[in-house]
Structure formats: C-alpha cells, structure tokens
Nanobody, 124 residues
C-alpha cells in the first residue's frame, strides 16, 4: 500500500517535495517511481529508484530539476522538485513493484502498486 503526499500550488521557479510511504516488506528488486498525468494527456514517467542500489532514472524534461531519493528506515520515497514550470502541472502518482527489469521501469503498466494521486499546480 502506498500513501502519497506533498502536492500543492506553487509559482513557477518554486519548489515542492512529494513523499510516498510504502507499507509492507520490500524485496531486493523493489522499484519505486513517480508518474504524472496532466489533463487530457497520458500518464508519463517522471522518475524511479531501485531500492537496493539507489540507482535512479529520470525523464529528460526533469533532469537537473527533480531528485528522487528513498529512506529505507521510513520506507518512503521522495521527489524533490525544484525550478518548477507550468508544464509540470499534473496529478503525480507514486508506484512500486517488487521485480522490474530495467526496460520496464519507465512503463506505468508494469507497476503493480499505486498510491493515490497528489495534485501539483505550477502557476506562471
């Protein structure tokens, strides 16, 4: 079970931090990710992190602005979003899976567990 939090309204150039708490045990191949969906658009990959190795992945549009991290003590994954742009406006979803091959990490359909969305609105 995943519980996301941290969305809100921010001006362009501002920052927000999203968090997602996971309950239950994680496997060595556990992957947690953030996806987003803007109105009228398909859900898209934002970032992911492999739990054991901390290897992270980002979509090109957020590289250098967003940072994904995890806290194994709290079983949470966070997404620090800086230099936000109006085009970052979307509902953000955290997702998790116990076993993903690298080629599947960016594909939302491969994730078994989803949190509720949290709305991020960036005003211009």
């Amino acid at each position: 079970q995943l519980q996301a939090s941290g969305g809100g309204l921010v001006q362009a150039g501002g920052s927000l931090r999203l968090s997602c708490a996971a309950s239950g045990r994680t496997s060595s191949n556990y992957v947690m990710a953030w996806f987003r969906q803007a109105p009228g658009k398909e859900r898209e990959f934002v970032a992911a992190i492999k739990w054991s190795s901390r290897i992270s992945y980002y979509t090109d549009s957020v590289k250098g602005r967003f940072t994904i991290s995890r806290d194994s003590d709290k079983n949470t994954v966070s997404l620090q979003m800086n230099s936000l742009k109006p085009e970052d406006t979307a509902v953000y979803y955290c997702a998790a899976d116990n076993s993903l091959i690298q080629s599947s990490i960016r594909q939302w359909s491969h994730y078994d567990y989803w949190g509720q969305g949290t709305l991020v609105t960036v005003s211009s």
